[in-house]
């Protein structure tokens, strides 16, 4: 264990005598990228790769994916190639992410400590996939733009708690705050949004939600191009 620990310090010393800094920061507002672009939709962004290791053995590792299984990945950083253990404990995120989801090239964070009987191999207790934190960063600006562009249109904005779903076909009850009922109807390929501004999957909403939707009003009819259930991140 020692001599795994001393070799990764080593690796770190020589790096920094090169002169190539390592930093972790706290926070990351930039979404994170890759220098090899995962999807067509969203612009990688340079990011450097880091190697710290402290004398306890504790890990943090960012490079780019090139292998994903559910139990493991294969990820290219400095040194080499580095095996990450995966556990049931590990957190993977962005949250709800899965390990065998990433995609070769993904570039990504990692935190755990050196693995005891392996050389150059990581037990993960976090796994960051920046990647996808971008493509969810773009999604959300994406939405949110078209809500603002819907609401420049003059279409009313009504809140309120939904009642009578009927998932198949789009359509509830919507009671406002001073009791007045709506029947509220979908149009086709309307924007259906969580409270985070991530597209929603319809089949996820529940009678007694509160829910925003954006389009006509006709008596105690809406027909809204744009549903946002606020009870679901």
Do not use: C, H
Not at 21 to 29: K, P, R, S, W
Not at 192 to 199: D, E, F, P, S, V
Request: hydrophobic share 40%; net charge positive.
């Amino acid at each position: 264990m020692a001599k795994k620990i001393f070799a990764a310090l080593g690796i770190v010393g020589f790096l920094a005598t090169a002169g190539i800094a390592f930093a972790q920061t706290t926070t990351d507002n930039t979404g994170g990228g890759s220098s090899q672009s995962a999807t067509a939709t969203v612009a990688p962004r340079t990011q450097p790769m880091v190697l710290e290791v402290n004398s306890g053995g504790r890990v943090l590792l960012r490079g780019t994916v090139d292998t994903a299984s559910a139990n493991s990945l294969t990820i290219k950083g400095w040194g080499g190639n580095w095996t990450v253990n995966v556990s049931a404990n590990t957190e993977v995120m962005p949250k709800g992410a899965a390990v065998s989801s990433l995609q070769q090239g993904d570039f990504v964070g990692i935190l755990g400590t050196v693995d005891q009987s392996s050389s150059w191999t990581i037990d993960a207790t976090l796994v960051r996939d920046w990647t996808a934190r971008q493509a969810l960063n773009q999604e959300v600006k994406t939405n949110v733009q078209a809500v603002r562009q819907e609401m420049s249109a003059a279409p009313r904005t009504i809140q309120g708690t939904l009642s009578n779903l009927d998932a198949t076909a789009q359509t509830f009850t919507l009671t406002n705050a001073g009791g007045t009922a709506y029947a509220v109807s979908l149009t086709s390929g309307a924007k259906i949004l969580a409270r985070n501004w991530l597209t929603l999957d319809f089949s996820k909403v529940s009678n007694g939600d509160t829910v925003r939707v954006y389009g006509t009003v006709a008596s105690s009819t809406i027909t809204a191009s744009i549903f946002r259930d606020v009870s679901v991140r």
